[in-house]
């Protein structure tokens, strides 16, 4: 580990401990040359499994493109973003959990909009609004009268 301020890579460990999460590692560290201190932390490198998209193609597994879906269906609605990103983060330990080198894009739609019902009835027939592709208000009528029955059992 190179020190940032002098380029040495001449340093001791004064402190580990656990972050928050549980799954990084930091530690303070003191640089034997120059005396002065940084931080690094240590994490489980993710191996993510591939996307398969609708029409066949493949493509790396990209919180981003979840996150900004997510934020667009719950916006101005009154939910955090921790809940999001509490919600993200199960929704990659469930991937990661499968052991799969390949998964469909419908499954994970379908994790979120699973999840989204939990949170929020509204930012769900947003998100499937724009995940199931409604082409006019029959849809979205059809998908509240689905929503409804399953509030009512």
Same mark, same amino acid.
């Given at each position: 580990?190179?020190?940032?301020?002098?380029?040495?890579?001449?340093?001791?460990?004064?402190?580990?401990?656990?972050?928050?999460?549980?799954?990084?590692?930091?530690?303070?560290?003191?640089?034997?040359? +120059?005396?002065? =201190?940084?931080?690094?932390?240590?994490? !489980? $490198? @993710?191996?993510?499994?591939? *996307?398969? /998209?609708?029409?066949?193609?493949?493509?790396?597994?990209?919180?981003?493109?979840?996150?900004?879906?997510?934020?667009?269906? +719950?916006?101005? =609605?009154?939910?955090?973003?921790?809940? !999001? $990103? @509490?919600?993200?983060?199960? *929704?990659? /330990?469930?991937?990661?959990?499968?052991?799969?080198?390949?998964?469909?894009?419908?499954?994970?739609?379908?994790?979120?909009?699973?999840?989204?019902?939990?949170?929020?009835?509204?930012?769900?027939?947003?998100?499937?609004?724009?995940?199931?592709?409604?082409?006019?208000?029959?849809?979205?009528?059809?998908?509240?009268?689905?929503?409804?029955?399953?509030?009512?059992?």
């Amino acid at each position: 580990m190179n020190c940032p301020f002098c380029k040495s890579n001449s340093n001791k460990v004064i402190d580990s401990r656990t972050a928050k999460d549980g799954d990084t590692v930091r530690r303070r560290r003191e640089c034997l040359d +120059c005396c002065r =201190r940084f931080t690094t932390y240590e994490y !489980i $490198e @993710k191996t993510f499994p591939m *996307i398969i /998209k609708k029409d066949g193609r493949r493509e790396l597994f990209n919180r981003e493109k979840i996150l900004s879906g997510i934020t667009k269906a +719950c916006e101005k =609605r009154n939910i955090s973003i921790n809940i !999001i $990103e @509490k919600f993200i983060n199960e *929704i990659e /330990k469930e991937l990661i959990g499968t052991h799969e080198k390949e998964i469909s894009s419908k499954l994970i739609g379908e994790k979120v909009m699973a999840k989204l019902h939990e949170i929020d009835d509204v930012a769900y027939v947003r998100f499937a609004s724009v995940y199931r592709e409604f082409k006019d208000i029959s849809d979205f009528v059809d998908e509240l009268k689905n929503l409804l029955a399953k509030d009512k059992k």
